[in-house]
């Protein structure tokens, strides 16, 4: 069983920086191409960023690009967020997700396609 674990979260200050960290382990995560998700109460869950399972490929949704970027150590199992220039309104819980591919190159943005999920990790940004 393919099992996700977040960590790196917590309170920051705006214009701060966090690394967010989701360890794999159940499963070798080239394997898998790989997301990251938040949430706030209230909302629906939605995409933040997203990894090819090779690592050629990245995608961002509007609200972090040029501040977040992902990537990936297959090595150790890793998968990382690095997000900089932290705004309150990133506030949220922080999942990474995982999705079996033969895929190389492909990042996928809907939450529908993952099949694994993290239990998530608390990110504050106080203004």
């Known amino acids: 069983q393919v099992q996700l674990v977040e960590s790196g979260g917590g309170l920051v200050q705006a214009g701060g920086s966090l690394r967010l960290s989701c360890a794999v382990s159940?499963?070798?995560?080239?394997?898998?191409?790989m997301g990251w998700f938040r949430q706030t109460p209230g909302k629906e869950r939605e995409f933040v960023a997203a990894?090819?399972?090779?690592?050629?490929?990245?995608w961002f949704a509007d609200s972090v690009k040029g501040r977040f970027t992902i990537s990936r150590d297959n090595s150790k199992n890793t998968v990382y967020l690095q997000m900089n220039s932290l705004k309150p309104e990133d506030t949220a819980v922080y999942y990474c997700?995982?999705?079996?591919?033969?895929?190389?190159?492909?990042?996928?943005?809907?939450?529908?396609?993952?099949?694994?999920w993290g239990q998530g990790t608390q990110v504050t940004v106080s203004s």
């Open positions: 997700a995982a999705h079996y591919t033969m895929t190389n190159s492909r990042t996928y943005a809907g939450s529908s396609a993952y099949d694994y």
């Open positions: 159940g499963g070798t995560l080239s394997s898998y191409a």
């Open positions: 990894i090819s399972r090779s690592g050629g490929s990245t």
